[in-house]
């Protein structure tokens, strides 16, 4: 089945460093989508995309829509501590239902004050 | 705003015993939805339910069984819990818009089998 390749697994950062996490896919997608998971929450939706080569923010959050629809990346400028958390891309197709929507392993993010 | 709802928040049960994970939203959403959360797996579908009195199977169904009792309410159900059935449960509910992937979610149902 379709898989999501999800880099890098974990990151131990700095508060005020950029943080930079992407994913692959050799499928493609017609939506991707970022979540992020505070420790012992549910996900909550940071950043839609629904265009190829789609740029959008959303405060210190920055995602793009790869132009191949194969990828996307997702930046956090200027790290503080509530950053804290794993972060999840998720690709769908469309046709599909709400059922084909495919996640990537996270991405835990750790932030040394 | 409640949101989404999962209950129970904890359980642990011993190889063999049934139980009910039980969800409501109150955002009118049509669709619901369960995962399983393993470490370093990701969120894994279980089951979804598109729109009232429809369920289908997701990524990892067996040994779950799920009732869409109403619109509101989506639950889940072990009726031979395994160790491999230790995991975090999440519910989740989506707009009435088709195919956004728009998922709102419960804050986790954590489920010990011994």
């Known amino acids: 089945g379709q898989q999501l390749n999800q880099s890098p697994q974990s990151m131990f950062i700095q508060e005020g460093e950029d943080v930079s996490m992407n994913c692959t896919s050799s499928?493609?997608?017609?939506?991707w989508l970022w979540y992020k998971q505070d420790p012992g929450e549910g996900p909550v939706l940071l950043i839609a995309l629904y265009k190829a080569g789609e740029l959008t923010s959303n405060g210190r959050l920055t995602a793009q829509f790869g132009i191949t629809r194969k990828d996307s990346f997702l930046n956090i400028s200027a790290s503080i501590p509530s950053d804290v958390g794993i972060y999840f891309c998720a690709g769908q197709n469309y046709g599909g239902s709400q059922g084909n929507l495919i996640f990537g392993k996270g991405t835990k993010l750790s932030v040394k004050p | 705003n409640a949101g989404v709802t999962q209950t129970p928040k904890f359980q642990v049960l011993k190889t063999g015993q049934s139980m009910t994970l039980q969800c409501a939203q109150d955002m009118n959403h049509n669709s619901m939805y369960w995962y399983r959360q393993d470490p370093g797996m990701g969120l894994r579908l279980i089951y979804y339910?598109?729109?009232?009195?429809?369920?289908d199977k997701g990524e990892v169904p067996n040994g779950y069984n799920v009732s869409r009792l109403n619109k509101r309410e989506f639950s889940l159900r072990l009726e031979s819990a395994a160790p491999s059935q230790t995991s975090v449960y999440f519910c989740?509910?989506?707009?009435?818009?088709?195919?956004?992937?728009?998922?709102?979610f419960g804050e986790g149902s954590r489920l010990t089998v011994l």
């Open positions: 499928s493609i997608f017609n939506t």
């Open positions: 989740a509910s989506s707009p009435n818009r088709a195919n956004t992937g728009e998922l709102f």
């Open positions: 339910s598109a729109s009232e009195g429809t369920t």
